[in-house]
């Protein structure tokens, strides 16, 4: 049976509604000082989808909702539920920008994404890893891409595919691309390209390399006008 995306989104908030849920989340409160302060689901989700708190104090919510989802546990099914949900509009953006390199069907793309979501939130290591939002996202897009990029290579090994169905540049044209423009204006050629190539926004980019939006936003526009100068060199 197929479902939309928005209707998979509607029924995770749908459960967070039921008593088995909220009873879930009373012990998840009680075991974690990051999440006393909310009285349901929806105060939590309001905090982690807003502007106003800043973004460590969202870190580390998303951090014991995390710590909660890996524990062998009743509770664990409401951390992963609400994490889901709080990464929501990052992992539709990485579903968009599935959808345009063509790397499947929607259905197809949406169940790849929940699932990647759901493994890398059960076995993400908390330990190494510090910002608990871009890591599950970048990794998410890039192991999806990765699948993506073999699956390609393994069918154009047996002449099987059509080169106008396959939308993203794979394998070694990608890593020469990503090179070349490297080299012509450097360690931000990899940041133009993610935004320009690749779908991100300058906001996520901002996220996923640890800067404000205005140095991300500062350092792309400068990238480009030395990539600019550069292929004017060529004219």
């Given at each position: 049976m197929s479902f939309e995306w928005h209707e998979i989104h509607d029924s995770l908030v749908m459960t967070t509604n039921t008593l088995r849920f909220q009873?879930?989340?009373?012990?998840?409160?009680?075991?974690?000082?990051?999440?006393?302060?909310?009285?349901?689901?929806?105060?939590?989700?309001?905090?982690?989808?807003?502007?106003?708190?800043?973004?460590?104090?969202?870190?580390r919510i998303l951090r014991a909702l995390t710590s909660a989802a890996q524990v062998d546990d009743p509770a664990?099914?409401?951390?992963?539920?609400?994490?889901?949900?709080?990464?929501?509009?990052?992992?539709?953006?990485?579903?968009?920008?599935?959808?345009?390199?063509?790397?499947?069907?929607?259905?197809?793309?949406?169940?790849?994404?929940?699932?990647?979501?759901?493994?890398?939130?059960?076995?993400?290591?908390?330990?190494?890893?510090?910002?608990?939002?871009?890591?599950?996202?970048?990794n998410v897009e890039r192991d999806a891409l990765r699948a993506h990029c073999r699956e390609t290579a393994r069918w154009r090994s047996v002449g099987d595919v059509d080169p106008d169905a396959v939308g993203s540049t794979c394998g070694a044209e990608a890593i020469f691309l990503r090179r070349d423009v490297e080299q012509l204006i450097g360690r931000d050629g990899d940041l133009v390209l993610r935004v320009a190539v690749d779908g991100f926004t300058q906001s996520e980019i901002a996220g996923t390399l640890g800067l404000s939006e205005a140095a991300a936003r500062k350092r792309y526009q400068r990238a480009k006008r030395r990539l600019r100068e550069a292929f004017d060199e060529f004219v």
């Open positions: 009873k879930s989340f009373q012990s998840l409160r009680r075991g974690n000082p990051a999440l006393a302060d909310f009285v349901d689901p929806a105060a939590l989700l309001d905090v982690l989808h807003g502007a106003v708190d800043p973004a460590e104090r969202k870190n664990s099914e409401c951390a992963l539920t609400l994490l889901l949900l709080a990464l929501w509009p990052g992992l539709d953006a990485v579903r968009r920008r599935l959808l345009w390199r063509k790397t499947g069907s929607p259905d197809d793309v949406s169940s790849d994404v929940l699932a990647r979501a759901t493994e890398t939130l059960r076995g993400l290591d908390l330990r190494r890893v510090s910002r608990i939002a871009a890591t599950v996202l970048r």
